[in-house]
C-alpha cells in the first residue's frame, strides 16, 4: 500500500470502498460513465515486466489495489479512475505474458480539462519514475484540480477587466481631445481604487474568501459595462478607479485562495497557471481593440464585453468551495494554540511587519517601470508608430502570446529551483529589453518586446510571496496593503512617464529612467527574500492551523 504524503488528500469522496464513482453506469462488468475516457494498452511481458505492471503507480495517479487486476484511486487529479488488468498466457517460453491494460478516468479539472486531455493519457500509457514536464511538481488531488480550475476561470475575467482601460485609454483621449499627460493623469488616478481593493480584503479576512470573491467579481463587470457610456475622459477614470480596485481586490483573493489550497510544493505552479489564464482574458481585450476602428465610439463597445462573462461567474462561484485554511482558522480558538503567548505572537507580528515593508518596497520598485512600459504600449505604437487599432492588436498578440513561455517556465522552476533567482533574471532582462523595444523601429522593436516579454514573465515567480509569507488570519488584508504599495508605484510611475514623455518626445528615454526601479528590486529580492520553495504554509508561519487540526 502506498503511503500518504502530508500534503495528499484521500481519494475522491465520491468513490466507494469497491473503487467505483457514484452513480456509475455499468458496462460489461465495468464502472463507466459517458464522460468518462478511455486507454486500452497491449503488453507483451515476462515475469520482471507483469510484476512492475501489477506494482500500484505513483506518478500522475497514486493508486490502491483493489484486488482481481483492479487499481483505484489512492491520490490524484481525477473524480474517477480504475485501471485493470488482464493477463493470458504468450506465446512462447512459459514466463512470457499478455497484458491488457485498461484505464477509465475522468479528470477534475472544470473547463479546462480538454487542454489535458491528450497529455493524460500520454503519461498514463507510459509509466514515469516522476511527474511529467507539464504537471505540476506535487501531484495534485481532485479538489486542488477543481479549485484552481475554477479560480483561472475567474482570473480570465478579472484579466480582461484588468487591460480594458489599458487597451481603450488613447482611442477614448482621442475621442475627448486630451493629450498624453491627462491620459498619465487618468491611469493614475484609476490606481487610487486600490482603496475599494483593501476594503474587499480586509471583509475578505473576515467573513471568507468564496463570498467575497465572486461578489467582487459580479460588481466588477457591471462597474466596468458604465465605462462605454462616458460623456468624458473623467468619467471614465471615475468609474474605472471603481471596477479596477474590485478587480484589484479579485486578483488578491484569486492568489491568496490557490496558495491556501495547493500543495506546498506546487504552489509557484498554481501562481503561473493562473497568470497564463489572466493572460488570456488580457489576450481578449486585445481581440476586440479593432472593434475601436469602426469609428470614434468603437472603444465603447470593449467595455460591454465582460457583461457575457456573468453567467459564467455565477456556475463557477456554485462550484467553488470555501477556502479549507481559512475555515481552519477561523473555527478554531487562537488561544489553544501551542506557543501563543504574547513574546511569540509579538515576536510574529514584527516578522509580518518586517515582510510587509519588504514586499512592499519590492512591489513599489517593480510596478515603477512596469505599469508605464504595458499601459503607454498602444499610445506609443498609435502616434509614434503610425500604427492603427487592427495593428496595435496584432503587435500586441504576437509579441505578448509568447509570454505563456516564460510564465508557465516561472512557475515550475520556482517550485523546483527556488523563487529567488528565477525572480531576479525576469526583473533585469525583462526591463533591458522591454526599454530596448522603446528605442527600436521595425523587426527589433518586436523583436526586442517579444524578449523582454518573455523574460520579464519569470517575475511571475514572485508573485507567491504574498500569498505565503502571512498567516491566514491576515493574508488578503497584507496582499492588499502590497498591493496598494505597488499601485503607489504604478501611478507614481505613469505620472512621471506621461511628464517626460511629453519633456522628452521619446518614450524610451522616460522609461530609462523608471527602469531603476526593476533594477533595484532584483537586488532586493536576491539579498533579503527569504527561499519558500517546498516549504508549507504551517511552517512559515508557526501561529497557523493546518487544515484538519482544528
Request: glycine share 12%.
Amino acid at each position: 500500500m502506498l503511503r500518504r504524503r502530508p500534503d495528499q488528500q484521500a481519494a475522491h469522496p465520491d468513490w466507494d470502498p469497491g473503487g467505483r464513482p457514484a452513480g456509475a453506469e455499468t458496462d460489461g462488468g465495468q464502472a463507466m460513465s459517458r464522460s468518462d475516457s478511455t486507454l486500452v494498452v497491449e503488453h507483451d511481458l515476462d515475469d520482471n515486466g507483469l510484476a512492475d505492471l501489477r506494482t500500484p503507480r505513483d506518478d500522475v495517479v497514486a493508486e490502491q489495489p483493489l484486488g482481481d487486476g483492479r487499481y483505484g484511486l489512492f491520490h490524484g487529479p481525477f473524480s474517477h479512475y480504475e485501471r485493470t488488468l488482464e493477463v493470458t498466457p504468450g506465446p512462447g517460453p512459459a514466463n512470457r505474458h499478455r497484458v491488457t491494460e485498461r484505464f477509465t478516468w475522468r479528470l477534475a479539472i472544470p473547463v479546462w480539462h480538454p487542454l489535458f486531455a491528450w497529455p493524460m493519457r500520454r503519461a498514463l500509457r507510459r509509466r514515469a519514475t516522476g511527474t511529467p514536464w507539464w504537471a505540476p511538481p506535487d501531484r495534485f488531488d481532485a479538489r486542488a484540480a477543481r479549485i484552481l480550475g475554477l479560480l483561472a476561470c475567474i482570473q480570465v475575467v478579472d484579466g480582461y477587466l484588468g487591460t480594458v482601460i489599458t487597451q481603450t485609454i488613447t482611442f477614448a483621449a482621442d475621442e475627448f481631445d486630451r493629450s498624453d499627460t491627462a491620459q498619465g493623469a487618468t491611469l493614475a488616478a484609476v490606481r487610487l481604487g486600490v482603496l475599494v481593493a483593501l476594503a474587499v480584503v480586509v471583509l475578505a479576512d473576515r467573513r471568507g474568501r468564496r463570498r467575497l470573491l465572486m461578489g467582487t467579481a459580479t460588481l466588477a463587470v457591471l462597474v466596468t459595462a458604465l465605462g462605454a457610456f462616458s460623456p468624458g475622459l473623467w468619467f471614465l477614470g471615475s468609474s474605472q478607479m471603481v471596477a479596477r480596485g474590485l478587480t484589484t481586490g479579485m486578483g488578491i483573493l484569486i492568489g491568496v485562495f490557490a496558495a491556501e489550497e495547493l500543495p506546498r510544493g506546487s504552489r509557484a505552479y498554481g501562481v503561473s497557471m493562473l497568470a497564463l489564464a489572466a493572460a488570456l482574458g488580457a489576450g481578449m481585450a486585445v481581440w476586440v481593440l479593432p472593434l475601436a476602428d469602426l469609428g470614434e465610439k468603437g472603444w465603447r463597445i470593449v467595455y460591454l464585453v465582460p457583461l457575457l462573462a456573468l453567467p459564467g461567474l455565477a456556475a463557477a462561484g456554485s462550484r467553488l468551495p470555501e477556502s479549507r485554511r481559512f475555515r481552519a482558522n477561523t473555527e478554531a480558538d487562537p488561544s489553544s494554540r501551542p506557543g501563543t503567548g504574547g513574546d511569540r505572537s509579538a515576536d510574529r507580528r514584527r516578522t509580518e511587519q518586517r515582510r510587509l515593508l519588504l514586499l512592499a518596497a519590492a512591489a513599489f520598485l517593480l510596478l515603477f517601470f512596469a505599469a508605464p512600459a504595458s499601459q503607454f504600449q498602444n499610445d506609443f505604437l498609435k502616434d509614434h508608430r503610425g500604427y492603427s487599432a487592427s495593428g496595435i492588436a496584432l503587435y500586441t498578440l504576437l509579441t505578448s502570446t509568447p509570454a505563456g513561455i516564460g510564465i508557465f517556465a516561472a512557475g515550475r522552476l520556482a517550485d523546483t529551483r527556488g523563487r529567488r533567482r528565477v525572480g531576479a533574471v525576469g526583473l533585469v532582462a525583462g526591463t533591458v529589453f522591454l526599454v530596448a523595444g522603446y528605442y527600436a523601429f521595425g523587426v527589433l522593436m518586436w523583436a526586442s518586446h517579444l524578449v523582454g516579454v518573455v523574460l520579464g514573465s519569470l517575475t511571475v515567480a514572485l508573485g507567491v510571496y504574498g500569498p505565503e509569507l502571512f498567516s491566514t488570519r491576515s493574508r488578503a488584508r497584507a496582499n492588499g496593503v502590497i498591493v496598494t504599495l505597488g499601485v503607489a508605484g504604478s501611478a507614481t510611475g505613469l505620472l512621471l512617464v506621461g511628464v517626460l514623455a511629453d519633456a522628452f518626445g521619446s518614450y524610451g528615454h522616460a522609461l530609462a529612467v523608471a527602469g531603476v526601479g526593476p533594477l533595484l528590486c532584483a537586488v532586493l529580492v536576491l539579498t533579503r527574500f527569504p527561499e519558500t520553495a517546498r516549504v508549507e504554509l504551517e511552517t512559515l508561519n508557526p501561529g497557523d492551523v493546518r487544515p484538519g487540526e482544528s
